[in-house]
């Protein structure tokens, strides 16, 4: 029944800039973490960002100074906004998150994705 939207895709020229947004949903009674991951061709998924029920925050080595990770916690919504993107950012984005609900346990979930393409 929890489930994550996931918005904010598109195409971008290198240099350029979006803003991804996740919004959980559903009887929610804890959040552990949201998070960003993502998977470019060939590749494996990867951790992108992700920030912790106290607000801290970690990101992979390649993202670092050029994306930053937010929530808002009364919507239950985590942003990732991208600056300064490159082509090797190119990726289907997925928003995961660390959920305890009001009938079930501690447990992963995960957006379906939305596709972000860097290029002239």
């Known amino acids: 029944q929890v489930q994550l939207v996931e918005s904010g895709g598109g195409l971008v020229q290198p240099g350029g800039s979006l803003r991804l947004s996740c919004a959980a949903s559903?009887?929610?009674?804890?959040?552990?973490?949201m998070g960003w991951y993502r998977q470019a061709p060939g590749q494996q998924r990867e951790l992108v960002a992700i920030?912790?029920?106290?607000?801290?925050?970690n990101y992979a080595d390649s993202v670092k100074g050029r994306f930053t990770i937010s929530r808002d916690s009364a919507k239950n919504t985590v942003n990732l906004q991208m600056n300064s993107l490159k082509p090797e950012d190119t990726a289907v984005y997925y928003c995961?998150?660390?959920?305890?609900?009001?009938?079930?346990?501690?447990?992963?979930?995960w957006g379906q994705g939305t596709q972000v393409t860097v290029s002239s």
């Open positions: 559903g009887p929610i009674s804890s959040i552990y973490f």
């Open positions: 995961s998150a660390d959920i305890r609900s009001t009938s079930v346990g501690r447990t992963y979930y």
């Open positions: 920030i912790i029920s106290g607000g801290s925050t």
